[in-house]
Structure formats: structure tokens, C-alpha cells
């Protein structure tokens, strides 16, 4: 067990391997695995990041799903107000319209009423006529007593 | 194992405990043991060749189980360093942290090979009398390791503090500033910087020094017959599992040491 020149070739052998270690073997080790916690580090990042967002995206959701409702609500009764306008709107109509006619038949009516006693007249002077000549055994000169007899048809 | 000198306790583990010397020139020092040396080398370029392999294919996207067991490795040395050690730990701290923990545990866990399958097959294919597979059970191993720590914290310590503050640091703490304490001071710092070094080796040579030696005495054991072949198998299956708890828990040591040893030196007190 003694020191000798064994002592000098095995520090040369640790030195080189030395080394060779700094030079060779640590920088590239060092190298995948830092970039491996890079990666690491964003893709967690990335996935809180994610996460805000989603949430972001739920509240904003909710939101227009909100509005939307309300919206829908504000058309329902604007709809349904405008209907009751529009109801409004034709009975008002259907009043005027019903009315003119009415008038209109109450005119006809009156037209047909004075038609029918004009006709009327006409003919109570004829049977007038065909009656008294009945009664007296002959013919009446409608001309000459057609005067009297029209004097008489007026009067009806 | 030697065939030709009788086979006694004795000559078994000093066979077992002897490196395969090579001598380079005259002197003692001039030496090496070529199995540590050896061992360490092709380890070295095994499980660094491994590394650098997976982390030049690495991709930042879906890990394969081959990157993801590199990247636990990695996270893991990482997580130890960012604790101690406060500053761009990324530019040399934490890739000498990988080295030291991923070299000592594999040197470590060559305790787990059988060890007299191992001598056979170095006696009878190699042809070498002696070879230890287990480098960090060489007191050369662990002492160039803590002496390469101990020198990149003298080094770090002058660099972040300037060689000033580096000296003023050694005469001025930890007791104060008064110059009627700095003999301690320096004393008491001296003894720190000679301690470092050798407590960091010793406690990695002892822990696997002591485990190969169970090892052997367990081996010895299997050849007194057949209920000793039996029970030290057991045994030394038993060691072994046990034994993979001190090759990690030990590796993790050095390397927390080595990160605490430099974390140290960037501190101003």
C-alpha cells in the first residue's frame, strides 16, 4: 500500500474525465431538460390560461343569454301590444265599414219604398178607373178624366 | 490464485491484496499498478463513452428509458448541488459532481465481481500473477481523486477570494481578525487543508478496502468444504446485496464532499 506514480495517472484520468463531463456530457443534459421545463412551464400556462378564458367565456354566455331573454320578452309584449293596437285598429274599422252600410242599405230601402209607391200610384189610378167604369156600365174616357184622376193619384 | 506455493489464509489474501506493479523506472515512487490504472481507464471510457452518447442524442421531448434514467441521474446531482452550493453551478460544479459520483460508483461496484473467477481468468487467459479489479481499494486511486478535489478547492477559494483574500481568509478565521490569534487561525487552517484531503480518501479506501476483504474472508471460508462452500455463498451473497448500499452510500459521500469541499471554498467568511 504505498503512494506512487499510480496516484499521478489516476488524477490525470479523473481530470480528463472532468472534463470531458463539463465539456461534452453536462451541456446537452442540461440543455433537454431545461427546454422540457419550458415547455412544461407554457403548456401549464397555457392551460391556466385556458381556464380564465373559459370562465370569461361562461360569464359572457350568460350574459347575452340574459339579454337575449330579455329582449325576447320586450318583443313578446311589444307583439302583443301592437296585436291589441291592430284588433283595436279593425273593430274601429269594421265600424265605419258597417255603419256606411247600413247607411247605404237604409238608403236603398228608401229608394225601393218610394219606388214601390210610385208603382202603387200608377196602378191605383188604373183600377180606380177599371172600378168606376164598372160601376157606372161604361167606359170612362180615360182622357178626358184623366185631370181628375190625376189630381186623385197625387193625393194617395 | 497461485498454484504453485501451498495454499494457506495468509498467502490467499496477500495474493488477493497485491497489485500488479509495473515498474517505469528506478525508485520506488516510479511505479504504477497497472490494474487500478487500467480498471479505472476502461471504466472510465465505458460509462463516460455511455453518457456522452445518450446526452448527445438527447431530445427536450418525449424522454426514451435510456435518457430518462440518465436525466434522474442528472436531476438527482443536480438537486445534491443546488442545496450546497450557491452560484452558476451549471458552468462546473454539477458536471464535477456527475463525474465523481458516476467514476467512484462504477469503480466501486467492480467489488461486486466474483473475485477468484476474476484471478483465474487473469492467471490463465492473461497471464498476470496479480490483478485488483476494485481500483478505489487502492489507497493511490482514492488520494488522486481527494488531492484533485483538494487542489480544485485551493484553486476556486484564490479565484472567487483573490490570492489575498485567499491568505487573509487563513490567518483571520475562523477566530477573528486580531493578530494575537492568528497563529491559530493559521494553525487551526492548516490542519483543516491537510485533514480534508485525507479524510475524504481514507473514508472511500477503508469502506472498500474492508468490503474486499470480506470478500476474501467469506472466499476462504468456501474452501474449508462443502457446508463452507454452502454457507459462504450464502454469506457472500448476503455481503454483496448489503455491500451495494455502501458502494452507492459511499460514492454519494465523495460527492457531496467534493460540492460541499468547493461550495466551501466560494464562501467568504
Excluded at chain 1, 15 to 36: D, G, H, N, Q
Excluded at chain 2, 177 to 192: D, K, R, S
Excluded at chain 2, 236 to 260: D, E, N
Amino acid at each position: 500500500m504505498n503512494i506512487n506514480l499510480t496516484l499521478f495517472s489516476q488524477a490525470l484520468t479523473f481530470a480528463i474525465l472532468i472534463w470531458f463531463t463539463v465539456k461534452f456530457v453536462w451541456p446537452p443534459l442540461l440543455a433537454a431538460v431545461e427546454s422540457r421545463q419550458k415547455t412544461i412551464a407554457d403548456g401549464l400556462a397555457d392551460a391556466e390560461r385556458a381556464k380564465h378564458d373559459l370562465e370569461l367565456a361562461a360569464k359572457r354566455s350568460a350574459d347575452i343569454l340574459r339579454e337575449a331573454k330579455e329582449k325576447a320578452g320586450e318583443i313578446v309584449n311589444h307583439g302583443e301590444k301592437r296585436a291589441s293596437e291592430i284588433i283595436e285598429a279593425a273593430k274601429a274599422q269594421a265600424k265605419i265599414e258597417s255603419d256606411r252600410i247600413i247607411t247605404g242599405a237604409k238608403a236603398e230601402i228608401d229608394r225601393e219604398v218610394f219606388q214601390a209607391r210610385e208603382q202603387l200610384r200608377s196602378h191605383v189610378s188604373a183600377i180606380a178607373l177599371a172600378g168606376a167604369g164598372k160601376i157606372l156600365g161604361r167606359e170612362i174616357d180615360a182622357k178626358a178624366h184623366n185631370d181628375l184622376l190625376e189630381k186623385l193619384v197625387a193625393e194617395i | 490464485m497461485s498454484t504453485e506455493q501451498a495454499l494457506t489464509p495468509s498467502s490467499y489474501i496477500g495474493h488477493h491484496l497485491s497489485f500488479n506493479v509495473k515498474q517505469v523506472a528506478e525508485g520506488g515512487f516510479w511505479s504504477v499498478n497497472f490494474d487500478s490504472l487500467s480498471v479505472s481507464v476502461f471504466l472510465g471510457l465505458i460509462v463516460f463513452g455511455f453518457l456522452w452518447w445518450v446526452a448527445r442524442g438527447a431530445t427536450a421531448g418525449v424522454p426514451g428509458k435510456r435518457q430518462a434514467f440518465i436525466e434522474l441521474l442528472f436531476e438527482f446531482i443536480d438537486d445534491q448541488v443546488k442545496g450546497t452550493f450557491h452560484g452558476d453551478r451549471h458552468k462546473f460544479v454539477s458536471p464535477t459532481a456527475l463525474t465523481v459520483f458516476v467514476f467512484v460508483f462504477a469503480m466501486n461496484a467492480m467489488d461486486f465481481l466474483p473475485i477468484d473467477i476474476l484471478a483465474w481468468i487473469f492467471h490463465n487467459v492473461f497471464r498476470q500473477e496479480h490483478f485488483r479489479p476494485l481500483p478505489t481499494a487502492d489507497i493511490n486511486t482514492t488520494f488522486a481523486l481527494a488531492l484533485s478535489v483538494w487542489i480544485l478547492m485551493i484553486a476556486f477559494g484564490i479565484k472567487v477570494k483573490g490570492l489575498g483574500g485567499w491568505i487573509h481568509e487563513l490567518f483571520c478565521a475562523p477566530f477573528g481578525a486580531n493578530p494575537l490569534v492568528w497563529p491559530f487561525n493559521l494553525l487551526f487552517n492548516l490542519v483543516e487543508y491537510v485533514s480534508k484531503p485525507l479524510s475524504h480518501s481514507m473514508r472511500l479506501f477503508g469502506n472498500m478496502y474492508a468490503g474486499e476483504v470480506i470478500f476474501l474472508l467469506i472466499g476462504m471460508w468456501a474452501a474449508t468444504g462443502l457446508a463452507g462452500t454452502f454457507f459462504g455463498a450464502l454469506l457472500g451473497g448476503a455481503w454483496a446485496i448489503f455491500h451495494i448500499l455502501i458502494v452507492t452510500l459511499q460514492a454519494y459521500i465523495f460527492m457531496m464532499l467534493t460540492v460541499v469541499y468547493i461550495g466551501m471554498a466560494h464562501e467568504s467568511h
